[in-house]
C-alpha cells in the first residue's frame, strides 16, 4: 500500500544510453514532481504536472522528457545519459501545489 | 528565486538533548514544509506550516511569515531523529518548493 512507488531502486548505466524511471501515487493527489538530489544532497525540482499537464519545466536540459499518461503516473525518460546525471531522482506527489508534499523512495542512477 | 537558508549546518547531539532548527527566507511564502530524510534516504513530510505552530509528538514547528522564518523544535531527541532536515518553501506566485541545503544532525546514544 505504498503511496509513492517508484521503480526501479537503482540504476546503473553506462554514457550514452537511454533509461526510464517510473512513478505511480495512489494518493488521489493531482499535481507530481520529479525532484533530482546532488551529491551534496540538494534537492531541485525538475518538473511539475497538475491533471496530466505540464506546469513546471525547470532549465533541464531536452534529453530529460517526463510523460504524464494519466493524473496517477508520471515517469522520466532521459537520452543520451552523461556522467553528470549521477543523482538520486525523487518522484512526489500533491493535491495541489499547497499542500503536503510525499515523496517517493528515489531512484539512485549512477551513469558510468 | 528565493533564498532558503537553514541553520545550523550540522548539528550533534547527545540522546535527550533539545534542539532548534531555523529556517529563514527571503520572500514571502504561501507554502512551507519541513521534511526528515533519514540514513536510507527516504524523505519524509513532517510539517505543511505556511504560518503558525504545530505539534507531532516530540517535533514541533514555529512559522512566522511576516518576519520570514520558521523553526523546527525537537525535544528528547532519539537516535532514530538522525539524518537530514530540510525546510522547503513556494513562493505566493510559485507552483513548486524550494529546498534549503538542509541540517545534518547526528544523535549518539
Known amino acids: 500500500d505504498t503511496a509513492v512507488s517508484q521503480t526501479p531502486k537503482y540504476l546503473v548505466t553506462q554514457m550514452g544510453n537511454d533509461k526510464s524511471i517510473k512513478c505511480e501515487q495512489n494518493?488521489?493527489?493531482?499535481?507530481m514532481y520529479w525532484y533530482k538530489q546532488d551529491s551534496k544532497k540538494f534537492l531541485k525540482i525538475m518538473f511539475s504536472y497538475n491533471n496530466k499537464e505540464l506546469i513546471i519545466n525547470e532549465t533541464v536540459p531536452n534529453r530529460f522528457s517526463p510523460k504524464s499518461p494519466d493524473k496517477a503516473h508520471l515517469n522520466l525518460h532521459i537520452n543520451s545519459l552523461e556522467l553528470g546525471d549521477s543523482a538520486v531522482y525523487f518522484c512526489?506527489?500533491?493535491?495541489?501545489?499547497?499542500?503536503?508534499?510525499?515523496f517517493g523512495n528515489g531512484t539512485r542512477l549512477t551513469v558510468t | 528565486g528565493i533564498q532558503v537558508e537553514q541553520s545550523p549546518p550540522d548539528l550533534i547531539l547527545q540522546e535527550g538533548a533539545n534542539s532548534t532548527l531555523r529556517c529563514n527566507f527571503s520572500d514571502s511564502v504561501n507554502n512551507l514544509q519541513w521534511f526528515h530524510q533519514n540514513p536510507w534516504g527516504q524523505l519524509i513530510n513532517l510539517f505543511y506550516i505556511p504560518s503558525g505552530t504545530k505539534q507531532n509528538g516530540r517535533l514541533s514547528a514555529t512559522t512566522v511569515a511576516t518576519e520570514r522564518y520558521s523553526l523546527l523544535y525537537i525535544s528528547s531527541s532519539q537516535t532514530t531523529d538522525s539524518g537530514v532536515y530540510f525546510c522547503a518553501v513556494a513562493l505566493v506566485s510559485g507552483y513548486a518548493l524550494n529546498f534549503g541545503k538542509g541540517t545534518s544532525l547526528l544523535v549518539t546514544p
Open positions: 512526489a506527489s500533491s493535491q495541489g501545489h499547497n499542500s503536503p508534499l510525499h
Open positions: 494518493l488521489g493527489h493531482d499535481t
